[in-house]
Nanobody, 122 residues
Framework: QLVESGGGLVQPGGSLRLSCATS????????IGWFRQAPGKEREGVSC???????NYRDSVKGRFTTSRDNAKNTVYLQMNSLKPEDTAVYYC??????????????????WGKGTLVTVSS
């Protein structure tokens, strides 16, 4: 199970930290991806974090978003800074079991959370 939290309304330029609390599996064996879906648009991958902590980001969030993981707390985080109105979306986390500790992508996720809404507006 994955449960996202931390969404809300924030002004442009503000920050939010999303959390993805996991249960029912050993997080250390999973890649975690963050996705978002804006109204009327397709879901897109935002960032992912490998088992070893390596990260990838979509170009539009590079330098503004940071993903981290705490396996001991069974939680993955998405720190979002310098938020823009175009970041408004429902944000989801998802997990995929992998054998390699290195590398991550957005394909073939096994488990999904229900999402948390982020609204960036003045």
């Amino acid at each position: 199970q994955l449960v996202e939290s931390g969404g809300g309304l924030v002004q442009p330029g503000g920050s939010l930290r999303l959390s993805c609390a996991t249960s029912g599996f050993r997080l250390e064996y999973y890649v975690i991806g963050w996705f978002r879906q804006a109204p009327g648009k397709e879901r897109e991958g935002v960032s992912c974090i490998s088992r070893s902590g390596g990260t990838n980001y979509r170009d539009s969030v590079k330098g503004r978003f940071t993903t981290s993981r705490d396996n001991a707390k069974n939680t993955v985080y998405l720190q979002m800074n310098s938020l823009k109105p175009e970041d408004t979306a429902v944000y989801y986390c998802a997990a995929r079991s992998v054998s390699s500790r290195y590398g991550c992508d957005y394909d073939g996720m096994d488990y999904w959370g229900k999402g948390t809404l982020v609204t960036v507006s003045s």
